[in-house]
């Protein structure tokens, strides 16, 4: 009888340092794997940066009072059976409170040679866009962000980055949602607007200001809903992107030989390289584009119409304005 007691006082530690070895490699990995937070933890359990004042003061203590912390935590824990019905029990809540609320959006900017800076921002159940944090991408790097998402669910995230078109990416609880700079953002819907050459000239000499421009919205079989009109200065808008992304240079070089070919100055092209922006956050993959250029009067002076797929093959997809009704205006 005596023998069996002394047996289990001798498991007992042993079977309790065993769990906390392996509680603490499941949370370590999780950690390792989902956030950027590991360094700051391996600090913490080294002693080390921010916590170095914690390894001084234990490092002054003298060696009876280290023993003697040692011996109190040996038998209140490791000696007792209640610390792991109690250590398993925080483990669990803390594991269903944090694990299945969290996804990761491992954002890879590891082919590129410029930094960028994603702004992220949560779309909440009425639609509404809330602003959460800006992230630094360097170049040549990985970035894993952590975001919050339903318990056992998903989270929907507007990433928008500087210079390259925003787009939603849904985040799910134990899952990395990756997305690759910048393929991943210029395959996203994302429509130019521009006219065609052969009306530089008219527009910009026949009453432009007085023109206004409307971005129309077909998704399936329903009606055009209107999500854009603005007044119309007869250059390049950008529909589904904000005013801040760039134009690729091999586009800019396209227009500049379509100036020349028509007998125009290429230094033309400037009036297009900084288009408005329409509709920023308009979602277009899927749908039809219309859009008009109206009078005063609400005619329609000029009008294009594309599909809009998906995935675009070449960034960014363009509406030429057409040349139709050119002596009209």
């Known amino acids: ?62 060696k009876e009072r280290k023993d003697s912390i040692s011996s109190l935590f040996d038998a209140y824990c490791l000696q007792s059976g209640l610390f792991l019905i109690l250590f398993f029990a925080a483990a669990a809540v803390l594991a269903l409170s944090i694990v299945p609320s969290y996804g990761t959006i491992l954002i890879d900017n590891l082919e590129a040679r410029e ?59 134990k899952t990395r949602e990756m997305v690759d700079l910048p393929y991943f953002f210029t395959k996203k819907p994302a429509i130019l607007v521009r006219p065609d050459v052969c009306l530089v000239g008219i527009l910009k ?17 329903s009606a055009p809903e209107e999500i854009a009109r603005e007044p119309y200065g007869g250059g390049a808008a950008w529909v589904g992107c904000h005013k801040d992304v760039a134009i690729p240079a091999e586009t800019v070089d396209r227009w500049r030989l379509e100036f020349k070919l028509g007998g125009l100055d290429e230094r033309g092209v400037l009036n297009w390289t900084t288009p408005v922006a329409l509709a920023p956050r308009a979602e277009i993959g899927g749908s039809k584009i219309i859009v008009n250029i109206l009078r005063e009067t609400g005619e329609v002076a000029f009008h294009a119409e594309q599909k809009v797929p998906n995935e675009i093959k070449q960034f960014p997809q ?12």
Do not use: H
């Open 115 to 173: 930094s960028r800076v994603v702004e992220i921002s949560r779309r909440e159940q009425d639609g509404k866009l809330t602003k959460l944090m800006r992230v630094p991408i360097p170049a040549a790097s990985r970035v894993k962000v952590l975001v919050g998402t339903e318990w056992f669910g998903s989270g929907e995230y507007y990433l928008r980055p500087n210079g390259l078109p925003a787009t939603f990416v849904t985040a799910r609880w």
């Open 1 to 62: 009888m005596g023998g069996s007691g002394e047996d289990d006082r001798a498991i007992l530690p042993v079977f309790n340092i065993a769990m906390l070895t392996i509680v603490g490699i499941l949370a370590s990995a999780w950690i390792l794997y989902f956030t950027e937070f590991f360094p700051v933890v391996t600090g913490l359990l080294g002693l080390g940066g921010l916590f170095a004042w914690v390894a001084f003061l234990l490092n002054i203590l003298p």
């Open 205 to 221: 000499g026949q009453g432009a200001d007085l023109l206004t421009i409307q971005v129309q919205k077909v998704a399936g079989s």
């Open 318 to 329: 363009e509406i030429v304005l057409p040349c139709a009704n050119i002596d009209s205006l």
